[in-house]
């Protein structure tokens, strides 16, 4: 059974510009949550879709948008690029909808300059 | 509002060594879960090892084990005879019981295992 994809796994952008992320969660995994990985903040929770609806959204600002289509993979979006919008952006799927395991993929490293 | 701390920022063994990585975490709820997540080196994360807050057994699999003490709100882990494929970070995570798949992370312990 194919991982967690992510794409693109690496990407550059400017100050100002957006941008998009994609993940394809496990076959048969409904729920998908996303992540940002910081050296100074560690592991954020933004946001978890699970069957097209947003269950819980973490703090970030309003430039941080996810959307879950019908066959489960998910898309976040980052408008409005600042410099500490550099991470890594982490995907997860599940089966179950709340034990908490969690099946990563390999991340979406975004810089911005 | 949960917070993990993980006070271990660097550790370091030899092979075939036990070692113990410290985590606390603070909540005031009664039912949650907590894990240990290891992120090895430019791969992904993966799970490994779950406690449900309600079971008073401690989990274990295969060679890592943790030390959940519930009153005291800490929750280690031990990896015992340690292999260089245990080379990774590893996230002490707590999620609520019922909700969304939210999970807390603590800051990380990088575990090095040298031969």
């Known amino acids: 059974k194919a991982g967690v994809t992510q794409t693109p796994r690496y990407l550059i952008k400017t100050r100002g510009q957006q941008v998009t992320l994609s993940c394809s969660p496990i076959?048969?995994?409904?729920?998908v949550s996303w992540y940002q990985q910081t050296p100074g903040q560690g592991l954020q929770f933004l946001f978890e879709?699970?069957?097209?609806?947003?269950?819980n959204k973490g703090n970030f600002p309003g430039r941080f948008s996810g959307r879950q289509f019908s066959n489960s993979r998910s898309e976040m979006n980052v408008s409005t690029l600042e410099l500490g919008d550099s991470a890594l952006y982490l995907c997860?799927?599940?089966?179950?909808?709340?034990?908490?395991?969690?099946?990563f993929g390999e991340g979406s490293r975004l810089t911005v300059l | 509002a949960q917070t993990v701390t993980q006070s271990q920022p660097e550790m370091s063994v030899q092979e075939a060594e036990t070692v113990t990585l410290s985590c606390t975490y603070d909540?005031?709820?009664?039912?949650?879960?907590l894990f240990w997540y290891k992120q090895p080196p430019s791969r992904q994360m993966i799970l490994v090892i779950r406690q449900e807050a309600y079971k008073q057994q401690n989990a274990t699999e295969n060679r890592f084990s943790v030390n959940f003490q519930k009153a005291a709100k800490s929750f280690s882990l031990k990896i015992s005879d340690s292999q260089l494929g245990d080379t990774a970070m590893y996230f002490c995570a707590f999620k609520v019981f019922e909700g969304a798949q939210k999970l807390v992370f603590g800051q990380g312990t990088r575990l090095t295992i040298n031969p």
């Open positions: 909540t005031s709820e009664n039912n949650y879960y």
């Open positions: 076959s048969g995994h409904r729920s």
């Open positions: 879709y699970f069957s097209e609806t947003q269950r």
């Open positions: 997860a799927s599940s089966w179950q909808t709340n034990t908490g395991e969690l099946f």
